[in-house]
């Protein structure tokens, strides 16, 4: 069990696709007490045994692939106090990941050291997670101050995709299914956020320091990190293992290069060079440390995480004395710019200061009364106008190209009684959560509007009946699950009606079919979607 099917440290190399079992008697000094095994990530599927009985499990275990069902996760199984002799089962079988088999060890210890252990590793992560989610909404404050400078928010993306790396971690399996859905989902974000990042360091160097990065071999650089995003978001997560190995060696061309276009930086003293080129060096050796480890090369461990810090706060350093910088500059150049100028050319200025600011706050002024006459200011979603407009354009689109959509009719159950026993205060609050969860759960392409006082109209586009009954029942089960008015907590239900556009259908007539089977669901005693 020394790595995993295709490793170097074992005598055989198998097949990264199969499955096995793996058997183990183990014989303890003296009687188990408060013992534990921890189960590393397995790829990609498990079942652990204890004395022949089931104790914890990720995936489907199977010989066939067309049934195999992969799962991201790791555990800790309890050994029973008393125990001196026991057996450990593994089965373990691999149809959708690069690697197949146990590369981790499992590790038998004092259960309190383990889970503490783990819960050192999950508290450095949501660290390294707040840091880096603190640091991004800064640089994109700076941006903002300052759009014409495209460093901040390159920055920015550097560090949200070092977020996704540091998320996806094994240790972070516990709310990685929940909120990733499923082991394929979680593998390629992992992969996107290496796969990407190399080339957003290399553009973010190269903004900061133009003179010195030449720009044919960024752009071929960049042209093949695409090559291998596009790989990654359109394969199977079973062939990454190749292209990990290939983008390895990338990765350090990369940072051997940005290293030594530093160099050459700091020789012809360009401003910030020395700081940068320290965060370079504390966040690549942690990288080559953890490629290494990875490949079996050295056995240190994973440690990138603390090149993440180092290299934070380097770049933030950075970017903020360049931010200061630039603004201390502008402020001279406009001082000296007010001496020089006569004061008939300054007064024309002025003027023309004026109208620009006049005519952009008519704009703005214009821009938000558009938005406000087609949206819903408590909910923040569409308005019975704001909605209609999609709404025509997907009777355009499906007279001319037979594109059907549906409606789905939202209504809360007894909503009045909200009203009369919490206040209108917290049946607002019900109405904007409700709006918010409705958000989360429906396509970028779908449109929600708040209909009438607790009634939501949604459109989905390009969209079958069975389908969109699908999303409504989703949309129920999403608002029926959360208490919502804290710190009351109000359990709310709603009722839904769906229908599907035809030939002879009207806006008025199709809305007539959805409230129609609406008020079905109502009638049949709330809490259902009908159609």
Same mark, same amino acid.
Request: aromatic fraction near 12%.
């Given at each position: 069990?020394?790595?995993?099917?295709?490793?170097?440290?074992?005598?055989?190399?198998?097949?990264?696709?199969?499955?096995?079992?793996?058997?183990?008697e183990v014989a303890l000094q003296q009687v188990s007490s408060n013992l534990a095994i921890q189960i590393?990530?397995?790829?990609?599927?498990?079942?652990?045994?204890?004395?022949?009985?089931?104790?914890?499990?990720?995936?489907?275990?199977?010989?066939?692939?067309?049934?195999?069902?992969?799962? /991201?996760?790791?555990?800790?199984?309890?050994?029973?106090?008393?125990?001196?002799?026991?057996?450990?089962?593994?089965?373990?079988?691999?149809?959708?990941?690069?690697?197949?088999?146990?590369?981790?060890p499992i590790v038998l210890g004092d259960a309190d050291s383990l889970n503490m252990l783990h819960r050192?590793?999950?508290?450095?992560?949501?660290?390294?997670?707040?840091?880096?989610?603190?640091?991004?909404?800064?640089?994109?404050?700076?941006?903002?101050?300052?759009?014409?400078?495209?460093?901040?928010?390159?920055?920015?993306?550097?560090?949200?995709?070092?977020?996704?790396?540091?998320?996806?971690?094994?240790?972070?399996?516990?709310?990685?299914?929940?909120?990733?859905?499923?082991?394929?989902?979680?593998?390629?974000?992992?992969?996107?956020?290496? /796969?990407?990042?190399?080339?957003?360091?290399?553009?973010?160097?190269?903004?900061?320091?133009?003179?010195?990065?030449?720009?044919?071999?960024?752009?071929?650089?960049?042209?093949?990190?695409?090559?291998?995003?596009?790989?990654?978001?359109?394969?199977?997560?079973?062939?990454?293992?190749?292209?990990?190995?290939?983008?390895?060696?990338?990765?350090?061309?990369?940072?051997?290069?940005?290293?030594?276009?530093?160099?050459?930086?700091?020789?012809?003293?360009?401003?910030?060079?020395?700081?940068?080129?320290?965060?370079?060096?504390?966040?690549?050796?942690?990288?080559?440390?953890?490629?290494?480890?990875?490949?079996?090369?050295?056995?240190?461990?994973?440690?990138?995480?603390?090149?993440?810090?180092?290299?934070?706060?380097?770049?933030?350093?950075?970017?903020?004395?360049?931010?200061? /910088?630039?603004?201390?500059?502008?402020?001279?150049?406009?001082?000296?710019?007010?001496?020089?100028?006569?004061?008939?050319?300054?007064?024309?200025?002025?003027?023309?200061?004026?109208?620009?600011?006049?005519?952009?706050?008519?704009?703005?002024?214009?821009?938000?009364?558009?938005?406000?006459?087609?949206?819903?200011?408590?909910?923040?979603?569409?308005?019975?106008?704001?909605?209609?407009?999609?709404?025509?354009?997907?009777?355009?689109?499906?007279?001319?190209?037979?594109?059907?959509?549906?409606?789905?009719?939202?209504?809360?159950?007894?909503?009045?009684?909200?009203?009369?026993?919490?206040?209108?205060?917290?049946?607002?609050?019900?109405?904007?959560?409700?709006?918010?969860?409705?958000?989360?759960?429906?396509?970028?392409?779908?449109?929600?509007?708040?209909?009438?006082?607790?009634?939501?109209?949604?459109?989905?586009?390009?969209?079958?009946?069975?389908?969109?009954?699908?999303?409504?029942?989703?949309?129920?089960?999403?608002?029926?699950?959360?208490?919502?008015?804290?710190?009351?907590?109000?359990?709310?239900?709603?009722?839904?009606?769906?229908?599907?556009?035809?030939?002879?259908?009207?806006?008025?007539?199709?809305?007539?079919?959805?409230?129609?089977?609406?008020?079905?669901?109502?009638?049949?005693?709330?809490?259902?979607?009908?159609?």
């Amino acid at each position: 069990m020394s790595g995993g099917w295709q490793s170097n440290q074992s005598d055989v190399t198998y097949d990264a696709i199969g499955f096995a079992t793996y058997h183990l008697e183990v014989a303890l000094q003296q009687v188990s007490s408060n013992l534990a095994i921890q189960i590393p990530q397995i790829e990609s599927a498990y079942k652990f045994y204890l004395n022949s009985e089931l104790k914890a499990l990720g995936g489907v275990v199977t010989d066939s692939e067309s049934e195999a069902s992969p799962s /991201y996760s790791n555990s800790t199984v309890k050994i029973p106090d008393g125990l001196k002799e026991f057996s450990i089962t593994i089965q373990v079988s691999n149809f959708h990941s690069g690697w197949g088999g146990i590369w981790q060890p499992i590790v038998l210890g004092d259960a309190d050291s383990l889970n503490m252990l783990h819960r050192d590793k999950v508290a450095l992560s949501v660290f390294l997670l707040g840091s880096l989610l603190i640091t991004a909404l800064n640089s994109l404050t700076l941006f903002f101050q300052r759009p014409q400078d495209r460093v901040p928010v390159v920055f920015a993306c550097i560090c949200m995709l070092l977020f996704l790396r540091e998320f996806t971690l094994d240790h972070m399996s516990v709310l990685l299914p929940s909120i990733a859905s499923g082991f394929v989902m979680i593998t390629k974000i992992n992969f996107f956020s290496y /796969y990407a990042i190399i080339p957003t360091i290399l553009y973010f160097y190269q903004l900061y320091f133009l003179k010195v990065f030449h720009t044919q071999f960024c752009r071929l650089i960049y042209i093949v990190c695409i090559v291998f995003v596009i790989f990654i978001l359109f394969f199977p997560t079973r062939y990454f293992g190749l292209s990990l190995s290939i983008f390895n060696i990338i990765a350090l061309v990369v940072m051997s290069y940005i290293l030594q276009r530093m160099w050459v930086a700091i020789n012809i003293k360009l401003r910030g060079a020395r700081i940068m080129l320290l965060g370079s060096l504390i966040a690549f050796v942690f990288a080559v440390n953890d490629i290494l480890n990875l490949n079996g090369v050295i056995t240190t461990g994973r440690f990138f995480s603390f090149g993440i810090i180092g290299f934070i706060f380097c770049q933030n350093f950075v970017t903020n004395s360049r931010f200061n /910088y630039l603004i201390s500059k502008n402020e001279t150049l406009s001082d000296k710019l007010k001496v020089r100028n006569a004061d008939l050319v300054l007064m024309s200025e002025l003027l023309e200061t004026k109208v620009e600011q006049r005519t952009l706050d008519l704009k703005l002024a214009n821009k938000e009364l558009k938005a406000r006459a087609s949206s819903d200011l408590l909910t923040n979603t569409l308005n019975r106008y704001g909605l209609h407009q999609h709404i025509q354009a997907a009777f355009e689109r499906y007279r001319r190209s037979q594109e059907s959509f549906c409606l789905v009719l939202i209504d809360y159950d007894h909503f009045k009684e909200i009203n009369d026993n919490y206040g209108h205060d917290l049946g607002d609050i019900v109405l904007a959560t409700g709006a918010e969860l409705i958000k989360d759960s429906i396509r970028e392409q779908d449109k929600l509007s708040r209909w009438g006082g607790e009634e939501f109209l949604i459109l989905l586009p390009d969209t079958e009946l069975q389908g969109a009954l699908a999303i409504a029942n989703k949309l129920k089960v999403a608002i029926n699950a959360k208490p919502i008015g804290q710190p009351i907590g109000v359990n709310v239900t709603v009722t839904g009606g769906v229908a599907q556009v035809n030939d002879e259908d009207t806006f008025e007539s199709l809305f007539k079919r959805v409230d129609e089977a609406l008020y079905h669901g109502k009638q049949e005693g709330r809490n259902r979607i009908c159609s």
